[in-house]
């Protein structure tokens, strides 16, 4: 069973920068074999995938955030790193950390990230 715990969340200003962080326990060394995607959810909209990242280290991004977030892993630490630039009110969401490889599909509990205007 692999835990998955989000971190880094919080208050910012527009424009303002902030890095979340998706730490992994538990996937026996494992993790390396995961791809691992950073979703969000605002209030009243459905979950949705903003950027995710390969066991090979492939990135991808929704075009809403493509250009100021960057995803990147650390196989090592058993961490995902979400580096958010730029920061606007759509923003504003809880965000959720998951990770999936063969059956296995697991997710964080989410972290709150407010982008005040």
């Known amino acids: 069973q692999v835990q998955l715990v989000e971190s880094g969340g919080g208050l910012v200003q527009v424009g303002d920068s902030l890095s979340l962080s998706c730490a992994a326990s538990g996937a026996s060394g494992l993790f390396s074999l995961y791809a691992v995607g950073w979703y969000r959810q605002a209030p009243g909209k459905q979950r949705k995938l903003i950027a995710g990242i390969s066991s090979g280290g492939s990135t991808n991004y929704a075009d809403s955030v493509k250009g100021r977030f960057i995803i990147s892993r650390d196989n090592a630490k058993n961490t995902v790193a979400l580096q958010m630039n730029s920061l606007k009110p759509e923003d504003t969401a809880v965000y959720y950390c998951?990770?999936?490889?063969?059956?296995?599909?697991?997710w964080g509990q989410g972290s709150q990230v407010t982008v005040s205007s």
């Open positions: 998951n990770a999936k490889w063969a059956l296995y599909d697991y």
